[in-house]
């Protein structure tokens, strides 16, 4: 069947329409492909990049609420009541912190005798010079600490010189009596010696063998080192000095002598105490020797350290009683962190057997505030205006100060002036019935 020339036209028209739809259809199916693309991008661009802070500053809130404590930047426990205070709040009310202490109970304080402390006898070592002569130098001043093998004083003495001289001498004539021995073998050997001739020259080796054994001791005693002995091969290297070092590291507790002085054999120069260790020795009275005993443990405290119990133990129970007296010295040996207990204070003890000689923690009557019938101080936090307020529970006041039965430890930081401050500003915002 023929087509008009109409229909043709149509026909092509009809085809050229459909293909036009058709790639309108696909582009647009493209253009949401590539929307749905980028926006997952996006999205995952939003999500796993980190954002920055930006936007309006927002200030803190005055108070921060129980719940939301966790949040903070603090060492604040989880759950626990803060205040936030602006800087200038801060520095306005006058705040000052101190450290939780512990003190002696009143119980033990009437039970406590008095002590003094003393250097630990068996950590003393004197500086002696085995030779006597003159002194050149001395080192190190009182009070100050020495390490052990350094060289601390210097002294020159004759006696030094001629023990150098004799050791050399002696040398000397070992080597000729060992030449002596040598060839008296050789000799016996070949007939031209008789035995007697080799024993006799084989005795006089020995003998000046023991000799120089001998004089090298005595040059070690007397402050040679092994070193400088055995460099010793002429009289050229003889001298009269010696250096003394410290036999010890410690602290210089004692110095009798200054340079240019002349001091005798034995003399003592200086005494080196390690003060890590100390003795206290306190008074126990008659009618409580029974119930002292070495080992026990006891507790110490003294005017200078008011926050400070040290604690040891009972090393040794004097076993005569003062006839004036009636009492009886015990010795307590206890750790000296930091060398703050000095020799010759006056110190309290307080002996475990007596009972109440365990100290507890105290804090200032100032640093207490009362809110909706608890006791609560308020504590640092890592953050200088942000504080935390803890309840406590304690004992009855004395001396300005309360004993801790729950609440706070030894080493807390704590609020003691402007701590009331900081009760008006957590009232504010937390007023009692609300």
Same mark, same amino acid.
């Given at each position: 069947?023929?087509?008009?020339p ?36 996006? +999205? ?7 954002? @920055? ?23 604040a ?30 119980e ?5 005798t ?20 003159? *002194?050149?130098? *001395? ?9 052990? @093998? ?8 004759n ?27 050789? /000799? ?14 084989t ?15 005595? /040059? /070690?005693?007397?402050g040679l ?6 460099? +010793? ?26 340079? @240019? ?15 890590s ?53 015990a010795?307590?040996? +206890?750790?000296?962190p ?33 809110i ?9 936090t ?30 807390d930081?704590?609020?003691?002036? @402007? ?10 915002s937390h007023?009692?019935?609300?």
């Amino acid at each position: 069947m023929t087509q008009t020339p109409e229909e043709t036209k149509e026909q092509s028209e009809s085809t050229v329409s459909r293909s036009k739809e058709s790639r309108t259809a696909k582009t647009a199916i493209v253009a949401v492909v590539a929307v749905v693309a980028v926006a997952a991008i996006a +999205l995952l661009l939003w999500l796993f990049i980190p954002r @920055g802070s930006g936007g309006r500053p927002v200030p803190a809130p005055r108070n921060i609420g129980t719940e939301q404590t966790s949040n903070q930047g603090n060492n604040a426990p989880s759950g626990e009541s803060t205040l936030t205070l602006a800087p200038e709040e801060a520095q306005r009310a006058g705040i000052k912190i101190e450290t939780v202490g512990q003190r002696m109970s009143a119980e033990a304080n009437g039970q406590q005798t008095t002590g003094v402390v003393q250097a630990n006898a068996y950590r003393e070592t004197p500086v002696l010079s085995l030779v006597g002569g003159i *002194v050149r130098s *001395v080192g190190p001043e009182l009070g100050q600490s020495v390490r052990k @093998g350094q060289p601390i004083a210097v002294v020159s003495s004759n006696d030094l010189a001629d023990a150098q001289s004799k050791y050399l001498a002696a040398v000397a004539e070992l080597e000729e009596h060992h030449k002596h021995h040598n060839r008296a073998e050789r /000799l016996v050997e070949i007939g031209a010696a008789s035995r007697e001739e080799l024993e006799l020259a084989t005795s006089k080796f020995k003998a000046a063998e023991s000799e120089v054994a001998n004089l090298r001791q005595r /040059l /070690l005693l007397l402050g040679l080192s092994s070193q400088r002995v055995s460099a +010793l091969r002429s009289t050229s290297q003889i001298s009269s000095e010696v250096s003394l070092p410290a036999p010890a590291s410690g602290t210089v507790t004692s110095r009798t002598v200054n340079s @240019g002085e002349v001091i005798e054999a034995n003399k003592e120069l200086l005494r080196v105490t390690d003060l890590s260790s100390v003795w206290v020795v306190g008074q126990v009275y008659e009618k409580d020797l029974g119930k002292v005993h070495v080992g026990s443990g006891a507790s110490i405290t003294t005017d200078a350290y008011p926050d400070r119990v040290f604690r040891g133990q009972i090393s040794y129970v004097d076993p005569k009683v003062d006839p004036q007296t009636r009492t009886a010295q015990a010795r307590i040996e +206890l750790a000296n962190p930091g060398q703050q207990l000095k020799i010759g204070m006056y110190v309290n003890v307080a002996f475990a057997a007596f009972g109440g000689a365990e100290p507890t923690a105290v804090v200032p009557v100032a640093a207490v505030q009362n809110i909706d019938t608890r006791q609560v101080v308020f504590l640092t936090t890592s953050d200088p205006n942000v504080f935390a307020m803890r309840p406590v529970r304690l004992g009855p006041e004395s001396n300005g100060y309360y004993p801790v039965l729950e609440g706070v430890s030894v080493g807390d930081r704590i609020v003691t002036e @402007g701590s009331f401050m900081l009760r008006a500003e957590w009232l504010k915002s937390h007023p009692i019935g609300r």
